[in-house]
DNA sequence: GCTTGACCTTCCCATGATGGGAAGGTTTAG
DNA sequence: CTAAACCTTCCCATCATGGGAAGGTCAAGC
C-alpha cells in the first residue's frame, strides 16, 4: 500500500476527512499529493503525522503548540528541554482553566445548597442573580454629557 | 433619569453596549424603545435585566439557560425547585467539564514527569504523540473496495 | 451657523475546532 | 449504462465576544 485516499487514512489516523483537509489548509500537514482527477493521496507517513495532532489535540493542544510539537518531532536534534518547555506552559493554561471552572462550580454550589428547591417561589439562586449591590458600582466612575437621551 | 442611551446602560449593568444589542437580538431582552433618531433608550429595569445576564453569564449559564431563568425570575409563582433543577443540571456540566480537563492535565502532568527536560533530544513526550500502537487499531475495521487510490 | 468630537446605528468579519450539507466530478461494481 | 460510493470546493453554524467600517445625530464652543 502505497498511497491511499483521505476517507482511508481517515480511518487509519483516527481523524476525520474533514479535519484532514482543515489541518491541510492551516499548514499543520503539507498539501497531499494529488491523483490526476485531483483526488488527495496519502501515504503512511501522512497518517503518522495525523495520528500526532489527534493524540496532540487529545491532550488539549491547540493548533499553534501542535506546529510547533511537529516542527520540534521532525527534528531530531532539539532539545528535550524545548518540548518540556511547551508542555509545562500547556499544563499551567490547562489548570488555570480548571482553576477558573472550580471557582464557578463552587459558587454554584453555594447557590444550590442555599436553595431549598420545593413549591415554594422564594429562591436564592435567583435572588443572587439579581442582586442589586454589583449594579450601581460602576455607575460612579462615568461622566454622562446628559442624563437623558433626546 | 427616566432613560438612557446605550453606553449608560453598558456602565451600569456592566455588560457592555456590543454584548447588550447582541442580547436584544437574541431576545433575551425586549427590543428597546428608540428616540425619533433610532437610538435605544433603557430604564433602570433594564438594566437590572442586563445585570441579571451578567450575573447569570459570570457563573457559567449560557444562552438558553439564562432565557429560562430570566423566565422564571418574571414569575413570581414559580417553584423554587424549577430554577435549582436548571441551576444543579448546569453545576454537573461544568462538574463534567471539569473532570474532562483534569484527566487530560493529569495525562499531560504525567508525560511531564517522565522528560527530563534537558538538552539530550530524546523525549517521552512525542514519543508518546508519535506512538503507533493505536494508529493500526482502527484500520481493521475497515473493507477497502481498493487497496490503492488511481 | 458651522465645525468638532462623542455619541449612535447597522453590517461584516474573526476567533477555534468541528461538522453539516450542497453542487458537481470520478471511480468502480454490476 | 447506471447506481453507489467516493472525491472536490465552498458556504454555513456553533458560542460569546469584540473589532472596525460607513454613515447618521447631537451638544457644545466659536
Redesign the interface.
Known amino acids: ?5 483521505i476517507s ?1 487514512a481517515a ?4 481523524v476525520s476527512a474533514k479535519m484532514i483537509r482543515h489541518y491541510e489548509s492551516a499548514g499543520l500537514i503539507p498539501a497531499a499529493a494529488r ?2 482527477a485531483g ?1 488527495r ?1 496519502y501515504t503512511l507517513d501522512d ?2 503525522r495525523l ?2 495532532i489527534r ?2 489535540r ?3 493542544f491547540g493548533t499553534e503548540d501542535i506546529r510547533q ?1 511537529l516542527s ?2 521532525q527534528n ?6 524545548d ?3 511547551l ?2 506552559e ?2 499551567q493554561q ?2 488555570a ?2 482553576a477558573d ?2 471557582a ?2 463552587d ?3 453555594h ?2 445548597g442555599h ?9 436564592p ?2 435572588d ?5 449591590s ?3 458600582a ?2 460612579r ?2 461622566t ?1 454629557r446628559r ?4
Open positions: 500500500m502505497v498511497a491511499m485516499n482511508h480511518k487509519l489516523s483516527g491523483t490526476g483526488y493521496l497518517v503518522h495520528a500526532f493524540r496532540a487529545a491532550v488539549g510539537l520540534l518531532w531530531r536534534q532539539r532539545p528535550a528541554r518540548v518540556k518547555r508542555a509545562v500547556h499544563l490547562l489548570q482553566r480548571i471552572l472550580e464557578i462550580a459558587t454554584l454550589s447557590l444550590i436553595c431549598h428547591g420545593d413549591e415554594r417561589p422564594d429562591c439562586i435567583l443572587s442573580l439579581a442582586a442589586d454589583a449594579a450601581s460602576a455607575a466612575k462615568d454622562p442624563k437623558k437621551a433626546q
